[in-house]
């Protein structure tokens, strides 16, 4: 069956470690991945995205990485924040299907002071 | 306006109940989405527009759920009759350009939390 699973229902750091979020699929054929910040009560907010022939992307403090062979993607955030908590969600945007995007379960970032 | 508005933030519902659900894209987007989200869960797709023709409604659970968009701009989610299951954030997102060549994020309105008691 087709599955996006975001590994971490939760992922608690210390400010100004790395977060680092993980995005597994299988059974998919990606065109690209994105990723969203979503903040509760919020709709998801973009950040980043990742073209299937991209191996890393960049964004100030994000950095996102995408192997097609391992079906898995990287979400990074260097120098973490207090305001960088959120639930980070994981999309894949389909070669099968051009009109729209299936999103992950998602991750939920606490960082701590 | 610049971003996307949904209407109305909260909705209570009586079980049975029709409910209207608005969205305003952002002005000039081609593409129009509706999701469902479900506590602690990621949105799950209902249905698309491409302007006015809704090109793909493959997520719309039952035909108690119908969406349109007439002008090609805003768009209203119906569902008839609601349950219980249909309690959820509806999230409508638009997107500037059109089906098949989106390389860019969709924006998302802050969605409406529709309670069915």
């Known amino acids: 069956s087709q599955k996006i699973e975001q590994n971490s229902e939760a992922l608690n750091i210390q400010e100004g470690k790395t977060a680092t979020l993980t995005c597994n699929y299988t059974n998919y054929s990606p065109a690209y991945l994105q990723w969203y910040r979503q903040d509760p009560g919020r709709g998801p907010v973009f950040l980043l995205l990742?073209?299937?022939?991209?191996k890393e992307k960049r964004k100030e403090r994000l950095k996102v990485t995408f192997d097609t062979t391992l079906k898995q993607s990287l979400f990074h955030i260097t120098a973490s924040q207090p305001a960088d908590s959120a639930t980070y969600l994981c999309a894949l945007y389909l070669w099968s299907s051009a009109s729209k995007i299936i999103f992950g379960s998602g991750t939920r970032l606490s960082i701590r002071p | 306006g610049a971003g996307v508005s949904q209407s109305p933030r909260y909705k209570v519902a009586k079980r049975g109940q029709d409910v209207a659900l608005r969205c305003d894209p952002i002005s000039g987007h081609v593409s129009l989405f509706w999701y469902q989200q479900a506590l602690g869960q990621g949105p799950e797709f209902l249905t698309y527009f491409q302007n006015e023709a809704q090109l793909d409604k493959s997520g719309l659970p039952s035909d108690r759920f119908f969406a349109e968009r007439p002008e090609g701009s805003v768009s209203t989610l119906k569902i008839q009759r609601t349950q219980q299951e249909d309690s959820a954030v509806y999230l409508c997102?638009?997107?500037?350009?059109?089906?098949?060549?989106?390389?860019?994020?969709?924006?998302f309105g802050s969605g409406t939390r529709l309670t069915v008691v």
């Open positions: 997102a638009s997107s500037l350009v059109g089906q098949g060549t989106a390389n860019y994020g969709y924006t």
């Open positions: 990742i073209r299937e022939n991209e």
